[in-house]
């Protein structure tokens, strides 16, 4: 009994004469592998079915699998892209009308000002000033 390494195994730079059944790591062929799974899956169709039409139903059902996955996906990405946008103009957008630094912050001011803009900090000396 010899081992043989499995086709996934093989490296990529391997020569013709060193694999016995010529099968290379490099060598992917997407249109048998899906014959593979296609006549994999018609197999679990009853046999009443003949073969054509049960091949043809498993096409069509991946083919409509595939799509709906590629719509979810695509979905998702198209939300995502517009709830950032939206996120984004409205940051960038709200507060700020009379500065032109942007971005919604107000420039710090000093002293008296300070305690006329509306703060936490001057509510609370009003407040506190108004009940002396």
Same mark, same amino acid.
């Given at each position: 009994? &010899?081992?043989?390494?499995?086709?996934?195994?093989?490296?990529?730079?391997?020569? +013709? @004469?060193?694999?016995?059944?010529?099968? $290379?790591? &490099?060598?992917? +062929?997407?249109?048998?592998?899906?014959? @593979?799974?296609? *006549? &994999?899956?018609? /197999?679990?169709?009853? %046999? %009443?079915?003949?073969?054509?039409?049960?091949?043809? /139903?498993? $096409?069509?059902?991946? @083919?409509?699998?595939?799509?709906?996955?590629?719509? +979810?996906?695509?979905?998702?990405?198209? &939300?995502?892209?517009?709830?950032?946008?939206?996120? $984004?103009? $409205?940051?960038?957008? =709200?507060?700020?009308?009379?500065?032109? *630094?942007?971005?919604?912050?107000?420039?710090?001011? =000093?002293?008296? *000002?300070?305690?006329?803009?509306? %703060?936490?900090? =001057?509510?609370?000396?009003?407040?506190?000033?108004?009940? +002396?």
């Amino acid at each position: 009994m &010899t081992l043989r390494r499995h086709q996934i195994c093989q490296p990529a730079a391997a020569k +013709k @004469g060193d694999n016995d059944d010529g099968v $290379y790591a &490099t060598d992917f +062929k997407p249109q048998q592998m899906l014959d @593979g799974a296609v *006549e &994999t899956v018609a /197999g679990f169709v009853p %046999s %009443s079915v003949p073969r054509g039409i049960a091949k043809g /139903g498993v $096409y069509a059902l991946g @083919g409509l699998l595939v799509f709906g996955l590629i719509q +979810k996906v695509l979905s998702g990405l198209l &939300t995502l892209a517009l709830l950032g946008t939206l996120g $984004y103009l $409205y940051l960038s957008l =709200s507060g700020g009308d009379d500065d032109d *630094e942007g971005g919604g912050r107000k420039r710090q001011q =000093s002293g008296s *000002e300070a305690d006329d803009d509306g %703060s936490p900090l =001057s509510d609370a000396r009003r407040i506190m000033d108004k009940y +002396k």
